[in-house]
C-alpha cells in the first residue's frame, strides 16, 4: 500500500480558486490511476475526477466539475494536482485522493468515472469549504 500526502485544502468564497495536491510514494506501474472524491457532510463519497496512466494520461471528470477543475500530474514528483476554479457553495466537502492499478473506468453518456472500489490507496482527506 501506497502513503499518500494531501495538501492544499481552505477555505475560498464563491468564484474562488484552490488546487490541491497529492503526493504518493512507493512504486507504481505506467498505468496507475490517481484520483480525487470527495465527502460532503451527510452524503456518500462521489468521485470528481480521475486521471489514468503515466506517459499518455487521460482524464475523467463528474459532470458537476467539468469545465472548472482540471487535473493533472508531474511524474517526476509522484504528485497529482486538482486545480479548481470558479468554486461553489456545492463543491464544499473532505477531498480525498487515491491511487489504484488496474482501475476500470464507468463510462456514460453523461457521467464517466473510475471506478472508487478499485483504488486501494487512500488519503487522509482534505477539507475544501467555499463560503462567503
Known amino acids: 500500500q501506497l502513503q499518500l500526502v494531501e495538501s492544499g485544502g481552505g477555505l475560498v468564497q464563491p468564484g474562488g480558486s484552490l488546487r490541491l495536491s497529492c503526493t504518493y510514494s512507493?512504486?507504481?506501474?505506467?498505468?496507475?490511476?490517481v484520483a480525487w472524491f470527495r465527502q460532503a457532510p451527510g452524503k456518500g463519497r462521489e468521485g470528481v475526477s480521475c486521471?489514468?496512466?503515466?506517459?499518455?494520461?487521460?482524464?475523467l471528470y463528474a459532470s458537476s466539475v467539468k469545465g472548472r477543475f482540471t487535473i493533472s500530474r508531474d511524474n517526476s514528483k509522484n504528485t497529482v494536482y486538482l486545480q479548481m476554479d470558479n468554486l461553489k457553495p456545492e463543491d464544499t466537502a473532505v477531498y480525498y485522493c487515491?491511487?489504484?492499478?488496474?482501475?476500470?473506468?464507468?463510462?456514460?453518456?453523461?457521467?464517466?468515472?473510475?471506478?472508487?472500489?478499485?483504488?486501494?490507496?487512500w488519503g487522509q482527506g482534505t477539507q475544501v469549504t467555499v463560503s462567503s
Open positions: 512507493g512504486s507504481t506501474s505506467d498505468g496507475v490511476a
Open positions: 487515491a491511487v489504484g492499478e488496474n482501475v476500470r473506468q464507468h463510462l456514460t453518456n453523461t457521467q464517466s468515472m473510475c471506478i472508487q472500489d478499485d483504488f486501494h490507496s
Open positions: 486521471i489514468v496512466g503515466k506517459r499518455v494520461p487521460f482524464s
